[in-house]
């Protein structure tokens, strides 16, 4: 069974940063699309970013317009985690924050979530103005 966990979340102020680390195994993490998403009380899942384990020529990495100069996807491959820098955060930012894994090859420009077969049970994400 693959097991996708993320770490990371916590609660912050308004312009404050966190990191995300989302981490699977050697055989599921190598070479697929991993995406962050996020769900808020009441909201439809949304999707944050996206990062191709395998490097630029499979896609991206890929960010939803309100995350766009103030989230980072990166990854450590060593460690098989990715991870997500999220810097001057908003309170609209907050919500459950969600890893998933595309185990078909490389990410698409728009970031589906019903692309992704594997999900983690996701971290809470708290901004407070």
């Known amino acids: 069974q693959v097991e996708v966990v993320e770490s990371g979340g916590g609660s912050v102020q308004a312009g404050g940063s966190l990191r995300l680390s989302c981490t699977t195994d050697a055989y599921t993490y190598k070479y697929n699309c991993m995406g962050w998403f996020r769900q808020a009380p009441g909201k439809e899942r949304e999707a944050v970013a996206s990062i191709y384990t395998g490097g630029p020529a499979g896609g991206g990495p890929y960010y939803a317009d309100y995350v766009k100069g103030r989230f980072t996807a990166s990854q450590d491959n060593a460690k098989n985690t990715v991870y997500l820098q999220m810097n001057n955060l908003k309170p609209e930012d907050t919500a459950m924050y969600y890893c998933?894994?595309?185990?078909?090859?490389?990410?698409?420009?728009?970031?589906?979530?019903?692309?992704?077969?594997?999900w983690g049970q996701g971290t809470q994400v708290t901004v407070s103005s």
């Open positions: 998933a894994v595309r185990a078909a090859g490389g990410c698409y420009s728009t970031i589906a979530a019903p692309d992704f077969t594997h």
